[in-house]
Protein backbone atom coordinates (compact mmCIF):
# COMPACT_ATOMS: atom_id res chain seq x y z
CA UNK A 1 0.00 0.00 0.00
CA UNK A 2 1.24 3.69 -0.90
CA UNK A 3 1.32 5.11 2.53
CA UNK A 4 2.80 1.67 4.51
CA UNK A 5 4.53 -0.68 2.36
CA UNK A 6 3.87 -4.33 2.37
CA UNK A 7 5.10 -4.99 5.93
CA UNK A 8 1.92 -5.63 7.70
CA UNK A 9 -0.84 -8.19 8.35
CA UNK A 10 -4.52 -8.29 7.50
CA UNK A 11 -6.42 -10.23 10.34
CA UNK A 12 -9.74 -9.65 9.10
CA UNK A 13 -12.08 -7.34 6.89
CA UNK A 14 -15.97 -6.92 7.47
CA UNK A 15 -17.67 -5.01 5.01
CA UNK A 16 -20.37 -5.28 2.43
CA UNK A 17 -18.23 -3.39 -0.23
CA UNK A 18 -17.84 -4.84 -3.28
CA UNK A 19 -14.25 -5.83 -4.05
CA UNK A 20 -12.61 -6.70 -7.64
CA UNK A 21 -10.52 -9.68 -6.91
CA UNK A 22 -6.61 -9.71 -6.94
CA UNK A 23 -5.81 -12.66 -9.32
CA UNK A 24 -2.57 -13.04 -12.15
CA UNK A 25 -5.84 -12.75 -14.25
CA UNK A 26 -7.00 -9.55 -13.84
CA UNK A 27 -5.50 -5.50 -13.78
CA UNK A 28 -6.48 -5.44 -10.12
CA UNK A 29 -3.15 -7.51 -9.65
CA UNK A 30 -1.03 -6.05 -12.52
CA UNK A 31 -1.22 -2.80 -11.68
CA UNK A 32 -0.32 -3.59 -7.95
CA UNK A 33 2.67 -5.60 -9.22
CA UNK A 34 3.67 -2.96 -11.47
CA UNK A 35 4.75 -1.17 -8.70
CA UNK A 36 7.50 -4.05 -7.95
CA UNK A 37 11.16 -2.57 -9.37
CA UNK A 38 11.73 -5.90 -10.23
CA UNK A 39 14.99 -5.95 -8.72
CA UNK A 40 15.22 -9.24 -7.39
CA UNK A 41 16.46 -8.97 -3.58
CA UNK A 42 13.65 -10.58 -1.99
CA UNK A 43 14.24 -13.87 -4.40
CA UNK A 44 17.92 -13.69 -3.69
CA UNK A 45 17.67 -12.96 0.40
CA UNK A 46 14.83 -15.94 0.58
CA UNK A 47 16.43 -18.57 2.55
CA UNK A 48 14.38 -21.13 1.07
CA UNK A 49 14.37 -20.27 -2.18
CA UNK A 50 10.78 -20.17 -1.80
CA UNK A 51 10.34 -17.15 -4.73
CA UNK A 52 11.22 -17.95 -7.84
CA UNK A 53 11.49 -14.43 -10.11
CA UNK A 54 8.94 -12.26 -10.15
CA UNK A 55 5.63 -12.26 -8.85
CA UNK A 56 5.69 -15.95 -8.22
CA UNK A 57 6.21 -17.72 -4.36
CA UNK A 58 5.95 -21.19 -3.75
CA UNK A 59 3.50 -20.85 -0.61
CA UNK A 60 4.91 -24.50 0.95
CA UNK A 61 8.53 -23.85 0.72
CA UNK A 62 7.56 -20.13 3.10
CA UNK A 63 8.92 -19.89 6.34
CA UNK A 64 5.66 -19.14 7.16
CA UNK A 65 3.58 -22.18 6.56
CA UNK A 66 6.68 -24.05 7.12
CA UNK A 67 7.36 -23.24 10.48
CA UNK A 68 3.51 -24.29 11.23
CA UNK A 69 3.76 -27.80 10.26
CA UNK A 70 4.41 -29.82 13.06
CA UNK A 71 7.66 -30.84 12.99
CA UNK A 72 9.00 -29.11 10.90
CA UNK A 73 10.81 -30.37 8.34
CA UNK A 74 14.17 -31.51 8.74
CA UNK A 75 15.47 -29.38 5.57
CA UNK A 76 14.08 -26.34 7.15
CA UNK A 77 14.38 -26.45 10.80
CA UNK A 78 17.99 -24.70 10.61
CA UNK A 79 16.28 -22.19 8.42
CA UNK A 80 13.73 -21.24 10.72
CA UNK A 81 16.50 -20.01 13.07
CA UNK A 82 14.99 -17.95 15.84
CA UNK A 83 11.94 -16.24 13.96
CA UNK A 84 8.73 -17.15 15.69
CA UNK A 85 6.72 -16.63 12.96
CA UNK A 86 8.42 -16.91 9.04
CA UNK A 87 11.25 -14.67 8.54
CA UNK A 88 10.04 -11.58 6.93
CA UNK A 89 13.67 -11.04 4.88
CA UNK A 90 11.73 -10.63 1.80
CA UNK A 91 9.81 -7.74 3.48
CA UNK A 92 13.06 -5.90 5.13
CA UNK A 93 15.09 -6.36 2.24
CA UNK A 94 12.16 -4.92 -0.45
CA UNK A 95 13.43 -1.19 -1.08
CA UNK A 96 9.26 -0.20 -1.39
CA UNK A 97 9.31 -0.67 2.09
CA UNK A 98 12.27 1.68 2.76
CA UNK A 99 10.44 4.51 3.30
CA UNK A 100 8.15 3.10 5.53
CA UNK A 101 8.12 2.88 9.37
CA UNK A 102 9.30 -0.82 10.27
CA UNK A 103 8.08 -1.38 14.12
CA UNK A 104 11.58 -3.97 14.19
CA UNK A 105 12.24 -7.36 16.09
CA UNK A 106 10.58 -7.92 19.33
CA UNK A 107 12.43 -10.41 21.56
CA UNK A 108 11.18 -13.55 23.93
CA UNK A 109 13.05 -15.62 25.93
CA UNK A 110 12.83 -18.93 24.48
CA UNK A 111 12.24 -20.55 28.16
CA UNK A 112 9.04 -19.01 28.30
CA UNK A 113 8.20 -20.86 24.79
CA UNK A 114 9.03 -23.83 26.25
CA UNK A 115 7.54 -23.40 29.35
CA UNK A 116 4.15 -21.94 28.36
CA UNK A 117 4.34 -18.89 30.05
CA UNK A 118 3.19 -16.78 27.10
CA UNK A 119 0.53 -14.44 28.21
CA UNK A 120 2.44 -11.64 27.56
CA UNK A 121 2.48 -12.41 23.96
CA UNK A 122 -1.41 -12.26 23.33
CA UNK A 123 -1.12 -8.69 22.66
CA UNK A 124 1.79 -8.46 20.34
CA UNK A 125 1.58 -11.54 18.11
CA UNK A 126 -2.42 -11.99 18.87
CA UNK A 127 -4.41 -14.55 20.74
CA UNK A 128 -4.52 -16.64 17.36
CA UNK A 129 -1.18 -17.47 17.36
CA UNK A 130 0.01 -16.95 20.82
CA UNK A 131 -1.34 -20.77 22.05
CA UNK A 132 0.93 -22.48 24.05
CA UNK A 133 1.27 -25.76 22.03
CA UNK A 134 1.79 -23.82 18.68
CA UNK A 135 4.32 -21.48 20.26
CA UNK A 136 6.31 -24.93 22.28
CA UNK A 137 6.56 -26.38 18.95
CA UNK A 138 8.90 -23.38 17.65
CA UNK A 139 10.51 -23.14 20.81
CA UNK A 140 11.72 -26.85 20.83
CA UNK A 141 13.26 -26.34 17.30
CA UNK A 142 14.61 -22.40 18.18
CA UNK A 143 16.43 -23.96 21.47
CA UNK A 144 18.56 -26.45 19.54
CA UNK A 145 18.96 -23.61 16.78
CA UNK A 146 20.11 -21.37 19.03
CA UNK A 147 22.57 -24.24 20.62
CA UNK A 148 20.81 -23.26 24.24
CA UNK A 149 21.87 -26.48 26.00
CA UNK A 150 20.99 -24.27 28.89
CA UNK A 151 17.25 -25.49 28.33
CA UNK A 152 18.13 -29.30 28.03
CA UNK A 153 16.18 -29.82 31.36
CA UNK A 154 13.09 -27.88 30.06
CA UNK A 155 13.27 -30.05 26.53
CA UNK A 156 13.49 -33.20 29.12
CA UNK A 157 10.76 -32.18 30.78
CA UNK A 158 8.94 -31.94 27.48
CA UNK A 159 9.82 -35.40 26.15
CA UNK A 160 9.49 -37.09 28.97
CA UNK A 161 5.84 -35.79 30.91
CA UNK A 162 4.16 -34.11 27.69
CA UNK A 163 0.97 -35.61 26.93
CA UNK A 164 1.73 -34.66 23.23
CA UNK A 165 3.23 -36.94 20.54
CA UNK A 166 4.50 -34.04 18.57
CA UNK A 167 6.06 -32.31 21.49
CA UNK A 168 7.70 -35.42 22.68
CA UNK A 169 9.44 -35.83 19.17
CA UNK A 170 10.17 -32.34 18.71
CA UNK A 171 12.28 -32.27 22.21
CA UNK A 172 14.10 -35.42 21.75
CA UNK A 173 14.93 -34.47 18.68
CA UNK A 174 16.10 -31.29 19.70
CA UNK A 175 17.98 -32.61 22.70
CA UNK A 176 19.51 -35.13 19.78
CA UNK A 177 20.56 -32.04 18.13
CA UNK A 178 22.19 -30.08 21.01
CA UNK A 179 23.85 -33.50 22.92
CA UNK A 180 25.57 -34.08 18.86
CA UNK A 181 25.82 -30.17 18.06
CA UNK A 182 24.13 -30.67 14.81
S1 LIG B 1 8.97 -14.81 4.56
FE1 LIG B 1 11.10 -15.60 4.43
S2 LIG B 1 10.87 -17.72 3.66
FE2 LIG B 1 8.92 -16.64 3.24
S3 LIG B 1 9.12 -15.89 1.13
FE3 LIG B 1 9.80 -14.22 2.54
S4 LIG B 1 12.03 -14.49 2.70
FE4 LIG B 1 11.20 -16.41 1.87
S1 LIG C 1 12.44 -6.73 -3.29
FE1 LIG C 1 10.50 -5.60 -3.57
S2 LIG C 1 10.86 -4.28 -5.36
FE2 LIG C 1 12.49 -5.84 -5.35
S3 LIG C 1 11.68 -7.53 -6.69
FE3 LIG C 1 11.12 -8.01 -4.54
S4 LIG C 1 9.02 -7.17 -4.30
FE4 LIG C 1 9.93 -6.18 -6.14
Known sequence: MDDIGSLFHILAIITDAEFEYCSTENKAYDSRMQECLKCGLCEKMCPTGAIKGFAKIEPTRCLRS??????????????????????????????????????????????????????????SIGVNYARKHRLRMKGITIAANMKRKDLLPELRSIMDSSPDADEKRASERAIYRLETDT
Open 66 to 123: VSETNPIPSQYEKLVGNHLLGCDICQTVCPKNALHAMSGAYAFPIKKLLTGDISELKD
